[in-house]
């Protein structure tokens, strides 16, 4: 689904015009994208959690020029589902 799709989808399920929902997501983003930029996990109970996550630094080939390169450690956002969520998915699936 993508960010239109999910819009258009919110819009119709609560009558709200498509402009103010993708206000909304847009804000929604905006705050999530901030807070894991400040170091702060977001918890949407019954969701999951979007959270940072530290990479290890490690060894990589080049292969164009056939050598190692070291890439180092960095930190790369993630979301871990609540188990709500995971049981819901699970149950669908089955």
């Given at each position: ?6 819009v ?27 807070s ?17 996550k ?5 060894t ?5 020029k ?29």
């Amino acid at each position: 689904m993508t960010k239109a799709e999910l819009v258009g989808e919110i819009s119709r399920k609560t009558g709200l015009e498509k402009k103010q929902v993708m206000d909304t997501v847009e804000t929604l983003m905006d705050v999530v994208s901030n807070s894991l930029s400040a170091g702060e996990p977001v918890y949407l109970r019954g969701f999951g959690s979007f959270i940072i996550k530290q990479r290890a630094a490690k060894t990589a080939r080049n292969i164009t020029k056939n050598t190692t390169i070291q890439l180092p450690a960095r930190k790369v956002p993630a979301f871990k589902p609540s188990k709500t969520l995971s049981v819901k998915v699970d149950k669908k699936n089955a």
